[in-house]
């Protein structure tokens, strides 16, 4: 079935899979005129991209985007954006091993339930290169944030247990991790080569800040803003949990403490605290959208693990191939992307929310 | 905007506010031929409904439900089903009050700032009513899921931060919690009673678990099961958090840990252990599902807070009317109901994903 | 499946049947601050009610339309607008008879192939009553055009075979065809009861033009405007052809002639003839648009047809009960119902196309 | 706006400009296991691709169709198949001059006025050009449809007013038309000829007929399968009319021919005759379905045309470049697909129409 496009009126629809001939995105809506070539693109893939340092898979391809239509003379215009990025290094022969049995952690066996076979060359779909479709088409969604004034900060929060005890958003790009702490990412490097060394992975949390947002967007009831942004979220592959502002520790907190008061500050309303993360009933309430996002371990270990092959027979395994021990940072980059494809969409939809408005719109 | 339909196949869209004449749901795409009637929807509605213990809102509504349309001598026709619960007591005068300022935790400033204006006298469509569109709808979605031998088991896991520590399922109907644990709906009182004494109120975690689920269901990428149901307990007023199987944990785990071994169980393929919560890829893959969702405490509370009025004056309020002091027991009705919409939509969705299987439906 | 919802940013879901409880809509997506109340969507329903004069069916329903939420101090609030239509003249005794077997240009027989079984009572979902629906969801869209001062205009252009040879619009809602000539509407007259002396029924061409409408709406490629409106007007039960400005003629002319020139009229860029209808490339251009949409006879008729029961036995037939000898005029009614959903939803859809009005928009 | 994805279960998104890199589709939704690969793709290709006869556009593209993922093995995986078409001969010299005025007939003006400003390179999403993405998309539907049995016949009908008069099916591929008919075929080519002398152009109707088509597809109220197909016929461009069965000619029909009557054939039950074209209530009721779609002329034509520059200045115009004098035969090509597209879609969605087929489906 159809599960890969997303949004309403700025929508994207990704293809390709990890062995295929390449992966790719159409991005259909995005509104005339957006300054976008080639190398803005580049820039947001470049920060996906594996081979970067130690602790990312060694597999070296660049990922060179090509834009094929949609942008004329460095301006969208308005018609779809088809991104391509051919696979270069497909290694197959890697895989040819997996091909018989289940992975465990992996989705081959989901793959086979649901279509009866599947493409046995590796991860396909749910490989993590399905994001490079996500990443292309969210710097479209950025510039055009950023034409509007809204910025997405994005960063590891914590990696295999060590969490950021301090916040400096210079650190964040210039660790392996992108930690905004340099002495915790020296902790993570740290325990990062003791879980290499036990052919191990480890998890963590990346926290996603949203500034300069209108106020209203979202819709009540089943469009809510942090819905959306949690199906958003939920659906870049690893990603096991989502809250937004305080989250799962609203459970112990209470009503007096949990709510934010309003208050008045230099003339315009504003929330004194933000335990809400930024959202009133789905809708963006002006102060700071917060999430956080639970990301498990990298799945491909090479560490012995128990399986069973397609007919039954059970067998130890040891994966093979070029794996991240660690998918946090690089899935920074993917949580970003989606941010922006989710608030790119809802400031669309918000425009048609009021009659006035409409009415001034249409008799300039 | 149209924010109020939630699926593809199977869809409901509700409708009504707090204060209006009522609440209601048109559920389109419901299979022809499962047994339905108005008192089966109504047990699902009764076991959300406010009054029946001293720990929920005391305002007395029968919420009794009326079919409209698309049920034909006990069966459902295929057509869409209207369902309608009037309002009784409404009790406007109670709200005329706030119509002036912003109650913290609720969502009339944002309403405000979206559409121009608001229906001051209740929460309208953030109110906690808007649920029973859901409950109702998801009714009929329950009774399909029996048809198939699908199971969800929905309950408090948390409430306070007191957590259930034994799970006996007999008990959750029991008390006025819905906790599984008897020791712990004790403490749970003796808590409650306590907040409520200081005008305040409590928040928790509610677990929902399914059983006997095909396997493969869900869509890759973006329409991934646990993607959809992020978005459908996300929707829900006042749930701010969401994990799936391990959740946030994984962010502390490694690879050798969190990944779950296949094994071969009486001739079957299963999973040794249930780490991922059912979904692998997005798809399930023959284990329970399992999902926790994060509720904050109800945001009306008696105790005095500080807001501004729509002008930005200050004030000190409390907010009168009856309120739950832990909407997380009533919830649990409403994850359960949005479980089985999720559920629902992608059994039907998951029929046209082979070749083979479309041939056979269609050849006989 | 769900086939009951219209549109994207304003949507229409409509639930009902024949012989049950009522018919009704759910409109979503209504932007907030249009003045409406149940006095202006009755002025609409009126229009298309039976009984009206000696040319459509006898059956008297009040057709009482009931706002149930959505509209609060005579405006709009942005969420959901449920309307409502309780049945009255049910009579469903008139059609016990029909229930074994299958009428002849009715759905009967795919309701049963599809669903397995019908509701026998009547038409169902395909009952012309279906239409209270769409003509109360398009009283709301019809308003909010008012504000932006478009305007529709239907009205029959042919029955039986007699077309209207002159157009006064005054003509239009004093004849019971709503023909714009009087002359034609003598002449229809006089051959309509010839046929209901015979117990026959008959067809017609309506054609509708709409003034006034901002440029470039509709959506390259597949959602065309014209391919929208070509949608809306086939999914009015018995409508069997729609055509956009010369339509069909088309067919014959040549290229010369067919394209419209560009001319400078009074310092604005516009068409000097309308050949297009008023859509070039599927986006408004400025001028009327024009379409004309083919009905069907009514296919109840009191004459002998033959038919099956639903075992496979043949059988002679007369359908019995009160309907309409002609269709046409009341369908006008709806179809610029369709129409008025379709431009809504286009005005909305279009206020995201370019980059420059959104930054300006949200500037403010 | 996003409008460039057509279809809800099997969704297609196209993109691609007539002087951009190149046109491409990907077709989301397709079932796993159909029998797929770049050479069957083609053959649907070149019968739409130019320069085959003297009667369309000297353009010479090879249009030659890569496949870049969703297929593995020669069989479709389930997951999203991109297709590709590189443009070769671009020639954008040809088009330089026509960037400063508005080609009568064209999208041009419509495209400046949506969007602010336009590629000027030539036709861009609403040239000819962007079929190839619905073709090719639809390749892939056709083959689906073969393994149900269903079979879909597409020609002319009618080119420059001459009409088919005999049926001969071995004729269709044979002429330059597409004509069923060797003698219509010969006096079409005398009348074109002497069009092209003029250097005018001319249009004509298209008839498609499917045979084999289950009972009950499509969905009653707003997703009819007639309204579905007049949506897809109407977003091709240069189709100005959609007319289902017999279509307008019901206008001057009465009921009692109108209907067709059931009768008993060979203990099916089957409809005598086929007035209404295959449909029902808006399914499908057995009989083949029988749609006729009306394209106009050409609107690039050498003739000297009236038009405007964009500021207004009136000037004559030649359309220079190579353009088909009729695009009908071509078309026919593009309505079998948009066929093809919808008939796939109606029947994956229909599987979800009754439980206890659904709860077979699971069983087993």
Redesign the interface.
């Known amino acids: 079935?159809?599960?890969?496009?997303?949004?309403?009126?700025?929508?994207v629809?990704?293809?390709?899979?990890s062995h295929?001939?390449?992966?790719?995105a159409?991005v259909?809506?995005v509104?005339?005129?957006?300054p976008i070539n080639e190398e803005v693109i580049q820039r947001y893939l470049n920060r996906r991209r594996p081979g970067q340092n130690a602790f990312t898979t060694q597999r070296k391809e660049k990922d060179q985007v090509?834009?094929?239509?949609?942008v004329?003379e460095g301006?969208?215009?308005?018609?779809?954006?088809?991104l391509?990025v051919r696979n270069e290094d497909q290694h197959s022969h890697d895989y040819k091993e997996i091909a018989g049995y289940?992975r465990?952690?992996?989705?081959d066996?989901?793959?086979d339930?649901?279509?009866?076979?599947?493409?046995y060359?590796g991860g396909?779909?749910?490989s993590g290169r399905?994001t490079i479709g996500r990443v292309a088409a969210g710097a479209i969604a950025c510039e055009?944030l950023k034409?509007?004034g809204i910025s997405i900060l994005t960063y590891s929060r914590?990696?295999?247990?060590i969490r950021a005890e301090t916040f400096e958003k210079d650190q964040i790009e210039r660790n392996a991790f992108r930690l905004p702490d340099e002495l915790a990412a020296e902790k993570v490097e740290a325990y990062l080569k003791e879980?290499m060394a036990?052919c191990?992975?480890?998890?963590?949390?990346i926290e996603c800040i949203v500034s300069g947002l209108?106020?209203?967007l979202?819709?009540?009831?089943?469009?809510?803003l942090?819905?959306?942004?949690?199906?958003?979220?939920?659906?870049i592959?690893a990603v096991?949990?989502?809250?937004?502002?305080?989250?799962?520790?609203?459970?112990?907190?209470?009503?007096?403490v949990?709510?934010?008061?309003?208050?008045?500050k230099d003339?315009?309303?504003a929330k004194?605290t933000n335990h809400?993360?930024g959202?009133?009933?789905?809708?963006?309430?002006?102060s700071d959208l917060v999430m956080r996002i639970?990301?498990?371990?990298?799945?491909?270990?090479a560490?012995t693990?128990?399986?069973?092959m397609q007919d039954?027979?059970?067998l130890d395994v040891v994966i093979k191939g070029r794996h991240d021990p660690i998918i946090v940072p690089r899935a920074v980059v993917v949580v970003e992307a989606m941010a922006a494809l989710v608030l790119t969409d809802a400031?669309?939809?918000?425009?048609?929310?009021?009659?006035?408005?409409?009415?001034e719109?249409?008799?300039k």
Chains 1, 2, 3, 4 share one sequence.
């Not at 301006?75 to 088809?82: H, L, N, Q, V």
Request: net charge neutral; glycine share 18%.
């Open positions: 079935m159809a599960g890969s496009t997303f949004g309403t009126l700025f929508r629809t990704t293809w390709g899979e295929g001939k390449g992966i790719g159409v259909d809506g509104p005339a005129g957006i090509e834009i094929l239509s949609g004329f301006k969208t215009t308005g018609t779809p954006i088809a391509e289940y465990p952690g992996h989705a066996f989901t793959f339930e649901k279509y009866g076979f599947r493409d060359r396909g779909r749910s399905e055009f034409m509007l914590e990696i295999g247990g879980k036990e191990d992975s480890v998890g963590g949390i209108p106020k209203g979202g819709e009540p009831v089943f469009d809510k942090d819905a959306n942004l949690a199906k958003a979220m939920m659906s592959g096991k949990g989502f809250e937004m502002g305080d989250g799962f520790a609203v459970a112990r907190s209470c009503g007096s949990n709510n934010d008061a309003f208050i008045n003339g315009q309303i004194d809400a993360g959202v009133l009933g789905g809708m963006s309430d002006g639970a990301v498990k371990p990298t799945p491909s270990i560490k693990q128990h399986t069973v039954g027979t059970p400031l669309l939809i918000n425009m048609s929310s009021r009659a006035d408005r409409i009415c719109y249409y008799k």
